[in-house]
């Protein structure tokens, strides 16, 4: 199985930039859909991007779309959201996951079987 470890959240403001990182360990990354969720305080955990274990195809919510960039680098065995034009509402906890399992554009939580501990993304006006 794989660990996941993400990296790169912090203390921002409005309009800045962040880019996350999720390292993993144990299987290769290669085999794995990774996707990127956030939870801010007394909300559900939503998605907000995916991408193939090819890197083909990502997808995104709607909220984010046009503003953060999901990447790869199967060899570095690592996943990447870059994120442009923070805002106050992408205050949240930010979660890697991943899938071994192949399938269409997969936005529920309990279709990750893997997930790392989080890093925070604070976002100030």
């Known amino acids: 199985q794989v660990q996941l470890v993400e990296s790169g959240g912090g203390l921002v403001q409005a309009g800045d930039s962040l880019r996350l990182s999720c390292a993993a360990s144990?299987?290769?990354?290669?085999?794995?859909?990774m996707a990127w969720f956030r939870q801010a305080p007394g909300k559900e955990r939503e998605f907000v991007a995916i991408?193939?274990?090819?890197?083909?195809?990502?997808s995104y919510a709607d909220s984010v779309k046009g503003r953060f960039t999901i990447s790869r680098d199967n060899a570095k065995n690592t996943v990447y959201l870059q994120m442009n034009n923070l805002k106050v509402e992408d205050t949240a906890n930010y979660y890697c996951?991943?899938?071994?399992?192949?399938?269409?554009?997969?936005?529920?939580?309990?279709?990750?079987?893997?997930w790392g501990q989080g890093t925070q993304v604070t976002v100030s006006s």
């Open positions: 144990g299987r290769a990354l290669k085999w794995y859909d």
């Open positions: 991408i193939t274990r090819s890197g083909d195809s990502p």
């Open positions: 996951a991943g899938t071994p399992y192949f399938g269409p554009v997969r936005v529920r939580p309990d279709s990750y079987d893997y």
